[in-house]
C-alpha cells in the first residue's frame, strides 16, 4: 500500500507544479500593459509605472518571476484581490463552505437516488421502467442546467411559492457564522424556523447542480450493477437461499459500488463547474460566483489564484478518490 | 477474400445502428437542425435582429394575444424568437463542429506521439494533460475567454482547449493496446517507417472510440458555449446565439416565459439528440462499451 501511495504522490506534484506554471502563465498571457492590468488602472504616469514594475518584479526575467511566484505560494501568501482589498486566502476560506455544503447536498442527493434508481433500472432491465428511467438520466444528462435552474424558479418558486428564488438565508435571521455551513450555523443559533428557511433555500440549488452527476450515477450503477448481477457468486448467493434483498445489496450493489466511486470522483469537477451556473442563478455567496464577478472585474490576483486553490482541490480529491480505489480493489493497488 | 453477399463495414454500421430507436430519432432531430442552419436565410420568416416595436414580448401565435406574424413569439426588443432560434442553430452547429476539429487534430497528434513513446514523450504531454483535467472545464473556459476577451472564435478555443485531453487520453489507451498486436509487428518487419504505422497502421483501428467521444464534445461544446453566452463571456449580443439569448432574456421570466423557456428547450433537445446519436454510434461501433457511459 506504500508503493501505491508513494507512487501516486509522485504524479501528483508534477501535477501541481504544473497547475502553478498555468496560472503564472494566465496572468502573462493576458493582451496589454501587466502593470496597468496588474494595477487595474490605466495611464500611468512613467515613474509610477516604473516602480510598480519593480515591486510587482515585472522587471526581473521569467524564471525569477516563476521562482518568486512559488515562494510566494509556499508562504501562504496569494496576494489581495483588488476590489475588496482584502487577502485571496481569506476570502476564498469565507465562501468556500457555502459551496461546499451546495456541493455536498447535491452529491448527497444524486448518490442516493442515483444507485437507488442504477439498481432498480437493473433488476428490472429492459423493462418499462428501466426504459422511462434511462430515458430520464440521458435527458438529465444533456441539460443545461443553467436553464434548468430557471425553469425551476419559474414553477417552483415563483408558480408555486415553495421555495425562496435566492440566497442561503432570510434576511430576517441573523445567524453567526461558526462553521460557515448555513444548516449547522442556524441549528446552533437556536433561532426558531432558521434550519428550516435554510434547507428551503438550499433545496433548489442542490437539485439543480446534482442533476448531472445524478444521471451520471444512476447510468453507471445501472451498467456496474447488470456486471455484477451475471458473477458466479451471485449465482451462488442465490443458490445458498439467501434473501434476495441481501443477495442484491451485500452482494451485488458492494461489488458494483467499486467503478460508482470512481465516477464519484470524476463528479467534483463537474460540480465546481456547475456551481459557477448554479450559484450565479440562484445568487448563492460561494466561490463559482466569486471568481465569476472577478473575471468580470478583471480582478486577476483572485482569478490566478482562485483557480490554482480549485485546480488543488481537484487534485487533491482525485487523490483521495484514488487511495480509497485502491483500498477496495487490490487489483488496482498492485497493477502498475 | 470476402464474401460477395456479406454486407459492407458501412452496411454492417448502418444495421445496428438503425436498430437504435432513440438514435435514429436523434439524427432525424439533427438533420432538423442542421437543414435549418443550412437554409436560415431562407426559412427564417424574419431578420433575427430586426425589431419590431410594436410588438415586444408578443406571445407565441396559440396563445392569446399571439400573432402569426411571430409564430414563437418576439423577444424584449421586438425580434422574432422563432428566426432567432433558426440563426442559432448556424452558430451553435459551428461552434460544436469547430471545436471538434480544432481538438480532434492536435489531440489525435499528440496520443499517437505519447503512445509510440511511451518513455520519452509520452509522460510530459500526459503529465500536462492531467494538468488541464484539474481544472473544472467551465472554469478553464471561462479563465481562457477572460484571457482572450468573449466572442465567436475565442469560444470555439476556448471548448477545443478544455476538450483536448479526452483525445489525447484516448488516443494514447488505444494506440498502446494496438501496438501489442502482431499486425504492427508484422509492418514493422516490413520495413513500415514511424509515419506509416502511426497513421496507416494503428490510426484506422483506433477510431472507434475517437468516433465516440467527437459526438460525446460535439454535445458537450453546444452546452459550454451556451454556458459561456449565459454568463455573458461567449458570443456577443446582438448575435443569436441560444445561450446568450437565455441571458438577456432573464429579467422577463416572469412576464414572458417564452423567451427563456424555448431557447433552453432548443439546447436541451440538441444535446439530447446528440447524446443518442452517440449511444447508437457507441452500440454500433464498439460493442464491449454497450451499457456504460
Redesign the interface.
Known amino acids: 500500500m506504500l508503493a501505491f501511495l508513494l507512487r501516486r504522490l509522485g504524479l501528483l506534484l508534477p501535477t501541481f507544479f504544473g497547475v502553478t506554471l498555468l496560472t503564472f502563465a494566465l496572468i502573462r498571457l493576458i493582451p496589454g500593459d501587466p502593470v496597468e492590468v496588474m494595477m487595474g488602472e490605466r495611464h500611468l504616469d512613467p515613474q509610477a509605472h516604473a516602480e510598480a514594475m519593480q515591486r510587482l518584479g515585472l522587471d526581473q526575467p521569467l524564471h525569477r518571476q516563476y521562482l518568486a511566484y512559488l515562494g510566494q505560494l509556499m508562504r501562504g501568501d496569494l496576494g489581495q484581490s483588488f476590489r475588496s482589498g482584502e487577502s485571496v486566502w481569506a476570502e476564498f476560506t469565507t465562501l468556500f463552505p457555502a459551496t461546499l455544503e451546495l456541493a455536498c447536498a447535491a452529491l448527497l442527493l444524486a448518490g442516493v437516488l442515483g444507485v437507488l434508481a442504477g439498481v432498480i433500472a437493473a433488476l428490472k432491465r429492459d423493462s418499462w421502467f428501466d426504459r422511462v428511467l434511462m430515458g430520464l438520466s440521458l435527458t438529465g444528462y444533456s441539460m443545461p442546467i443553467f436553464w434548468w435552474g430557471l425553469m425551476l424558479q419559474i414553477l417552483v418558486s415563483v408558480g408555486l411559492g415553495w421555495t425562496p428564488v435566492s440566497g442561503r438565508i432570510d434576511l430576517l435571521y441573523d445567524i453567526e457564522p461558526h462553521t460557515g455551513f448555513m444548516l449547522v450555523d442556524s441549528l446552533l443559533s437556536e433561532e426558531d424556523g432558521a434550519f428550516l428557511d435554510a434547507l428551503r433555500h438550499l433545496i433548489l440549488p442542490a437539485i439543480v447542480l446534482g442533476t448531472i452527476p445524478l444521471a451520471v450515477i444512476a447510468r453507471m450503477t445501472r451498467s456496474a450493477m447488470l456486471e455484477v448481477l451475471r458473477e458466479d457468486y451471485i449465482r451462488t448467493a442465490r443458490a445458498k437461499g439467501l434473501s434476495p434483498a441481501r443477495v442484491v445489496f451485500v452482494h451485488g450493489l458492494r461489488n458494483a459500488l467499486i467503478p460508482v466511486l470512481t465516477v464519484f470522483g470524476l463528479q467534483v469537477g463537474t460540480l465546481l463547474s456547475g456551481a459557477v451556473l448554479t450559484e450565479t442563478i440562484f445568487s448563492w455567496p460561494g466561490i463559482g460566483k466569486w471568481l465569476i464577478e472577478s473575471i468580470a472585474a478583471r480582478d486577476y490576483p483572485v482569478v490566478q489564484n482562485g483557480i490554482l486553490l480549485i485546480a488543488a482541490l481537484v487534485i487533491l480529491v482525485n487523490f483521495t478518490v484514488d487511495l480509497l480505489y485502491g483500498l477496495v480493489n487490490p487489483r488496482i493497488r498492485h497493477a502498475r | 477474400m470476402m464474401n460477395a453477399s456479406s454486407p459492407s463495414p458501412l452496411g454492417e454500421f448502418w444495421q445496428t445502428f438503425r436498430r437504435n430507436k432513440?438514435a435514429l430519432g436523434g439524427l432525424a432531430f439533427m438533420l432538423l437542425v442542421l437543414v435549418c442552419a443550412l437554409c436560415a436565410p431562407w426559412l427564417a420568416p424574419h431578420d433575427p435582429s430586426q425589431q419590431f416595436r410594436d410588438a415586444l414580448l408578443s406571445p407565441p401565435a396559440w396563445l392569446d394575444g399571439g400573432q402569426w406574424r411571430f409564430p414563437l413569439g418576439t423577444d424584449e426588443l421586438g425580434r422574432d424568437l422563432l428566426s432567432r432560434l433558426i440563426h442559432g442553430a448556424r452558430l451553435s452547429l459551428l461552434i460544436g463542429l469547430a471545436s471538434v476539429l480544432l481538438a480532434l487534430l492536435p489531440g489525435v497528434l499528440l496520443g499517437l506521439i505519447a503512445g509510440f513513446s511511451p518513455r520519452h514523450l509520452g509522460p510530459p504531454i500526459m503529465?500536462?494533460m492531467?494538468?488541464m483535467?484539474?481544472?473544472?472545464?467551465?472554469?478553464l473556459a471561462?479563465?481562457i475567454v477572460?484571457?482572450l476577451?468573449p466572442g465567436l472564435a475565442n469560444t470555439v478555443i476556448a471548448i477545443a482547449i478544455v476538450s483536448l485531453p479526452a483525445y489525447v487520453r484516448l488516443t494514447r489507451a488505444a494506440v498502446l493496446g494496438e501496438l501489442e498486436r502482431d499486425y504492427v509487428t508484422a509492418a514493422r518487419l516490413a520495413g513500415a517507417r514511424l509515419p506509416r504505422l502511426m497513421f496507416v497502421s494503428v490510426l484506422p483501428n483506433c477510431l472507434a472510440p475517437l468516433i465516440i467521444q467527437a459526438s460525446l464534445s460535439f454535445?458537450a461544446a453546444i452546452?459550454d458555449a451556451?454556458?459561456l453566452g449565459?454568463?455573458?463571456?461567449g458570443v456577443q449580443p446582438p448575435t443569436p446565439e441560444w445561450?446568450s439569448m437565455?441571458a438577456s432574456a432573464?429579467d422577463y421570466?416572469?412576464r414572458a416565459?417564452w423567451v427563456?423557456?424555448l431557447?433552453?428547450l432548443t439546447?436541451?433537445l440538441s444535446?439530447?439528440a446528440i447524446?443518442?446519436i452517440g449511444?447508437g454510434l457507441r452500440d454500433a461501433l464498439d460493442p464491449k462499451l454497450k451499457?456504460?457511459?
Open positions: 432513440g503529465r500536462a492531467d494538468v483535467l484539474a481544472l473544472p472545464a467551465l472554469l471561462v479563465a477572460a484571457i476577451g454535445s452546452l451556451a454556458a449565459f454568463l455573458g463571456l445561450g437565455l432573464r421570466i416572469e416565459w427563456v423557456t431557447p433552453g439546447i436541451l444535446v439530447l447524446n443518442l449511444d451499457n456504460g457511459l
